[in-house]
């Protein structure tokens, strides 16, 4: 196994004072930097500080002329100058933002102008510390010590702590560590501890929260969330500071544009057919609006307009109460600090992720009937060869395809829970139901267009593993009962993230537990008879998978809780792969770990507090970093890090602040066109979109992350 830490390619951990001692580069106020060029749609300047030109500074370009709010952000070069790209038609309010800075005045401007523009530094380490990413307040929680852990304390492990306060519990739905987060509304009073109690109480989702850090971890947290909060009040700043952007993030452009509404949370986004990301090519980007509304936005971008499409639900008893597998409750748990009793979420669709064919066609995971009123071909007795093997009786969200061109939704009724979903090379729809119920499901799409059948068209198996070592599944013993030599071995959990290997067929996903691990399944000649699994469990120092995805090469790609990107290749283990010895630690030297940037928890070793979402591979090169690019989402860092020849590249959203997405995808819209024809695309807007930068009124983005050749390039 291998260990990379400390790639703080784009942060490292600076002290206080070097912000204000000259730290960033910059020309000396006699050298005068080169002059850019610009076309008619650009906007081009020089930002000057006091001792010269700045580099490594964002410039904003704003504009509400647009029917949806637009800007876009670049980064100065090492002689301070920028260019802006690519403009529609608008009045823009133009400013500077950077590490060591504070918010320069915005100056007014049309498309096409060179505009200077003056930076204005931070008169103390306070005023500088409100424009650093939510990662470097956040670490400044403090973690139990070990100690405290066990049958008289907190009832679980130190990492599955760690991993409850950063991916799979508080993080996994919010960003921490920002403004709205590290104070405590006036709503919730001034103690602290209680406020805290009240605050994780708020709204619909309270109950969620309630159970994790009341429940599960017996409300330890809440005095060291309170401590937090109490000591950012009196003062107490960040103990790290953030490095300007430098090499390649540098190249950086980042667009957003507003959709969907300011009570409304989007889970992800989907612009195109990951296997062909010329698919839709300059067309609309369709969100998914995962618990919130029944509606999902569509952003044409060729007029940058934003519209809701009316989501369908089949069953009519689906109005008289929220989806199933609902993350809220009807009522609120406890008022908000900001809609008070409000009942804003009202989702009956459910829409978790979404992938598009190569037709177009969006498939979205989403509900549409009651949970329990599966079809009798699901159940035991039926004779679906899926269901004589692992019957279920219920499932919480199952399949809706929309056709953009027709505007016609289609049902295929599932009867296993779908999730996250990707296609393999044959048109096969492989679905994740999110961790639980007992398999993972597929839909040949080719024969459901021929069919419209739900039965024929779909599958379903359970994780079985090869412990027998006889090479195929048999006899299996059920994930409570004792190992058997002879028997294969059922594994108790399925997956969170799947992924499909193109090259061999072979099917990967997550298992969320800690440390956690990774299953390939081999679904053979016929599944789910053939199907076949091989388990890899996380070896420290990593824990805690969540997304994942492959590479072309069989190489698999996570985030962990732990603060890594981990990578698995299997064509390195040197053991068995199946057999007895097969428990899942048969492979320690496949595992790769690679710290993920940014400050860390003090008092528990070297570690990042990133808590990255998703990851995602860029196998098709569409940001131009290069074929089978790891990306992953930095839920705490305000963008997205890309692992570019072993180091991080952070590609950072700087305005407004706050910035969370939950997937990533990567569409080619103009493979003749350079960098202007390709680029990321993000939806942004945790669970509480209000609590980002600027406050209640704010609504959840569509963000598009691409690199240039060179911070002029346009």
Request: net charge neutral; glycine share 12%; proline share 8%.
């Amino acid at each position: 196994m291998r260990i990379k830490n400390k790639l703080y390619f784009g942060v490292a951990p600076l002290a206080l004072a070097s912000v204000f001692a000259g730290a960033p580069a910059q020309l000396s106020a006699q050298q005068a930097a080169p002059a850019v060029n610009i076309g008619a749609t650009d906007l081009g300047g020089v930002v000057t500080g006091p001792n010269g030109p700045e580099a490594g500074v964002w410039v904003i370009a704003e504009t509400k002329d647009t029917p949806t709010r637009y800007a876009k952000m670049v980064v100065t070069d090492d002689q301070g100058r920028y260019v802006v790209p690519d403009l529609p038609k608008g009045n823009y309010s133009i400013w500077v933002r950077g590490y060591g800075l504070v918010d320069s005045p915005k100056v007014k401007s049309d498309p096409g102008k060179i505009v200077n523009l003056t930076a204005v530094k931070a008169p103390d380490a306070k005023a500088a510390a409100q424009y650093y990413p939510a990662i470097y307040w956040y670490s400044m929680l403090k973690m139990p010590e070990a100690s405290q852990f066990g049958p008289k304390g907190i009832p679980v492990k130190q990492a599955e702590y760690i991993n409850l306060m950063k991916n799979n519990g508080c993080v996994g739905c919010h960003q921490l560590g920002t403004l709205a987060t590290r104070t405590i509304p006036a709503a919730f009073g001034t103690s602290s501890k209680d406020a805290w109690m009240q605050r994780i109480q708020a709204g619909q989702a309270g109950e969620l929260m309630v159970n994790i850090i009341a429940g599960q971890l017996q409300a330890a947290p809440l005095g060291y969330l309170a401590d937090w909060t109490d000591r950012i009040a009196k003062g107490e700043l960040p103990h790290a500071t953030p490095k300007r952007p430098e090499g390649l993030e540098r190249n950086v452009v980042v667009t957003t544009l507003d959709w969907s509404d300011e009570k409304h949370y989007l889970h992800d986004l989907i612009s195109t057919d990951k296997r062909n990301p010329t698919v839709n090519g300059g067309g609309p980007l369709y969100g998914q609006p995962e618990y919130s509304m029944d509606y999902f936005p569509v952003l044409d971008l060729k007029t940058n307009t934003a519209t809701l499409e009316k989501a369908p639900v089949r069953d009519a008893d689906m109005h008289e109460m929220l989806g199933p597998g609902h993350a809220a409750m009807e009522k609120p748990l406890g008022p908000s600090a900001y809609w008070g009793e409000e009942k804003i979420w009202t989702a009956h669709f459910n829409n978790h992720n979404a992938a598009m064919d190569d037709k177009g066609r969006i498939w979205m995971t989403a509900a549409f009937r009651d949970q329990k009123n599966e079809p009798e071909f699901c159940k035991k007795g039926s004779d679906h060869p899926s269901a004589k093997l692992f019957p279920l009786d219920q499932s919480q969200r199952m399949l809706i395809v929309y056709d953009p061109k027709t505007k016609k939704f289609e049902f295929v009724d599932t009867c296993f829970t779908t999730h996250h979903l990707n296609f393999d090379s044959k048109g096969v729809l492989w679905t994740s139901s999110g961790g639980g119920g007992g398999v993972v499901g597929w839909v040949d799409t080719k024969k459901w267009d021929e069919t419209h059948d739900a039965a024929k068209s779909q599958g379903w198996t359970a994780m079985v593993v090869d412990t027998s070592g006889d090479g195929k599944r048999g006899e299996y013993t059920e994930p409570n009962q004792p190992a058997d030599p002879n028997k294969d071995r059922r594994l108790g959990q399925v997956f969170y993230a799947v992924s499909v290997n193109q090259a061999d067929g072979a099917v990967w996903g997550t298992i969320r537990s800690n440390p956690g691990a990774i299953v390939r399944i081999v679904p053979g000649s016929n599944p789910p008879e053939t199907a076949v699994s091989e388990v890899y469990n996380v070896p420290m120092p990593g824990y805690g998978p969540r997304g994942g995805d492959i590479d072309s090469k069989g190489v698999y790609w996570s985030s962990l809780g732990s603060g890594h990107l981990a990578s698995f290749d299997r064509s390195k283990c040197k053991g068995p792969l199946n057999g007895p010895k097969a428990t899942g630690d048969q492979c320690p030297e496949g595992w790769s770990f690679y710290q993920y940037p940014g400050p860390g928890f003090e008092g528990i070793g070297e570690n990042s507090a990133e808590s990255s979402y998703y990851t995602w591979v860029d196998e098709k090169n569409t940001l131009g970093l290069g074929n089978d690019t790891p990306v992953s989402t930095a839920n705490l860092e305000d963008g997205v890090v890309a692992l570019k020849d072993g180091k991080m590249v952070l590609l950072r959203l700087p305005y407004p602040m706050g910035f969370f997405a939950k997937g990533i995808d990567g569409r080619i819209d103009d493979a003749n066109a350079g960098w202007k024809g390709r680029g990321l695309w993000v939806s942004s807007g945790d669970r509480a979109p209000w609590q980002t930068e600027g406050g209640k009124g704010n609504k959840p983005m569509a963000v598009h992350f691409q690199v240039r050749p060179d911070p002029l390039a346009r």
